[in-house]
């Protein structure tokens, strides 16, 4: 759609009103995004609820939701960090400094994550009976932990 307006000499200037450049674009990407996420997410939980009822809704969510918590643990706050640092090195144009302060915190991240990802494959059931309280957890904690090191890397990514 353009709209005809005019500017401070009188003359009338072509103004494109629905353009998705800059911010815009921006957020209606973003938007698409998080409703596309949320879609996938309800058809993921509602063919999981027919296949496995509501006990496997359960154990999922919360294999998940515990797996999230080691994400953010194995990150340990380095995502918020590197923003800072790499988009203050960007700034003042170090650019070797903010590429190396990206890498050096997804090693650390994924370091982590990796020694998560062992501990909970190796003692699944442990964690699954002591922590969590359900013996049925076990399968799916530790088929979910495998995901950690990827969500890790990717939180860092972006």
């Known amino acids: 759609r353009v709209l005809f307006r005019s500017d401070r000499q009188g003359f ?3 103004r494109d009103i629905f353009h998705l450049r800059g911010v815009r674009g921006q957020m ?4 698409g ?4 996420g949320a879609a996938t997410s309800f058809l993921f939980t509602w063919l999981l609820a027919r296949a496995a009822g509501p006990v496997g809704v359960g154990t999922f969510g919360t294999s998940l939701t515990t797996v999230q918590m080691c994400v953010i643990l194995s990150l340990l706050g380095l995502d918020a960090i590197l923003v800072r640092s790499v988009s203050v090195n960007l700034s003042l144009d170090r650019t070797g400094q903010a ?3 990206a890498v050096h ?7 982590a994550g990796l ?11 442990q964690i699954a009976t002591d922590v969590i309280g359900s013996a049925a ?4 904690l530790m088929v979910l932990s495998l ?9 860092a990514h972006v």
């Open 12 to 14: 009338w200037v072509k």
């Open 28 to 31: 209606v990407v973003g938007f």
């Open 33 to 36: 995004v998080k409703g596309l």
């Open 99 to 101: 590429r190396s302060a």
């Open 105 to 111: 915190a997804i090693r650390t991240g994924t370091a």
């Open 115 to 125: 020694v998560l990802t062992t501990a909970i494959v190796l003692f699944h059931d």
């Open 137 to 140: 957890v076990a399968t799916s």
């Open 147 to 155: 995901a950690i090191p990827i969500m890790e890397i990717g939180r």
